[in-house]
């Protein structure tokens, strides 16, 4: 019998922007992961600039060094790279960026929490791979892939059959304890879906009716273990977290073994 374990962790230095395959990932003090959404770009408002408000985001391609001291950029579709210190040339990064986008953009650094979608559970996000198989199923010719970048979870649980982390979260407020690896981690609640997911991950461009199909097959989908608390509506799949103060400084690796522990009253 397999063991559920850890087989993907991805991080987004930053927010909106491609992610980064990583073999360990270390926990903040916050519960956060490092360097994940360390970074966010916004407009003159205050705004957030990502894939929800400008498709643009969609196109842009970035890489970092092993340090994520350097960020590489590239437009989709063209081969020019475009190299920038995130700590030196932050000024000339903004004004790249502001020439793409068409307006004023400023990119802002939080070591602490980073810019978590859910700013109540700041941990990393979990979902399984056999989520990701049968999600990806509902849409012809959409690979696994597409469907792993299109929903940029952190952790992607592998040995287990789909939707099995709808066991990690439990009636509003409580929460199921569960350890992969060391690190113990509290299951808030399955993450809400916005408009990023709809669209190709590459281009931009919307699949049709993906949203209204996505709905649909996940409520048809259910397993017996999921909790129907959370559900206002079937738009949403993976799980939100936190982890305790406890847990900082502890390293997550690939492969290490996931168990659930129980369930307790939530601090939300």
């Not at 989709?76 to 030196?88: C, K, M, V």
């Not at 273990?225 to 959370?230: D, F, I, K, N, Q």
Request: hydrophobic share 40%; charged share 25%; with cysteine.
């Amino acid at each position: 019998m397999t063991l559920p374990y850890l087989a993907n962790l991805s991080i987004y230095p930053i927010k909106s922007l491609d992610g980064v395959t990583i073999e360990t990932a270390t926990i903040l003090n916050s519960g956060a992961i490092k360097h994940d959404r360390e970074w966010a770009i916004f407009d003159e408002q205050g705004h957030f600039i990502n894939g929800k408000r400008d498709p643009k985001v969609h196109l842009l391609r970035s890489k970092f060094d092993a340090e994520y001291k350097r960020i590489f950029l590239r437009i989709q579709d063209t081969e020019q790279e475009f190299a920038f210190s995130l700590a030196h040339d932050r000024t000339a990064l903004e004004g790249w960026l502001g020439d793409y986008f068409g307006f004023p953009v400023k990119l802002v650094k939080n070591t602490i929490t980073g810019f978590p979608d859910d700013t109540n559970a700041v941990g990393p996000t979990v979902i399984s791979t056999a989520t990701l198989e049968e999600v990806a199923s509902w849409f012809p010719e959409m690979s696994v892939d597409e469907m792993r970048f299109r929903l940029r979870v952190n952790l992607e649980i592998a040995g287990v059959p789909a939707f099995w982390e709808d066991q990690l979260f439990t009636s509003p407020g409580q929460c199921v304890h569960f350890h992969i690896g060391e690190v113990l981690f509290e299951g808030i609640n399955p993450c809400q879906r916005c408009i990023v997911p709809t669209r190709d991950s590459k281009t931009g461009k919307a699949t049709a009716n993906f949203q209204k199909i996505f709905v649909t097959k996940r409520k048809n989908s259910l397993p017996l273990w999921t909790t129907l608390g959370h559900f206002n509506h079937f738009y949403r799949v993976s799980v939100n977290t936190n982890l305790p103060i406890s847990e900082a400084g502890k390293v997550l690796r690939k492969g290490d073994v996931v168990k659930i522990l129980g369930v307790s009253a939530s601090k939300l």
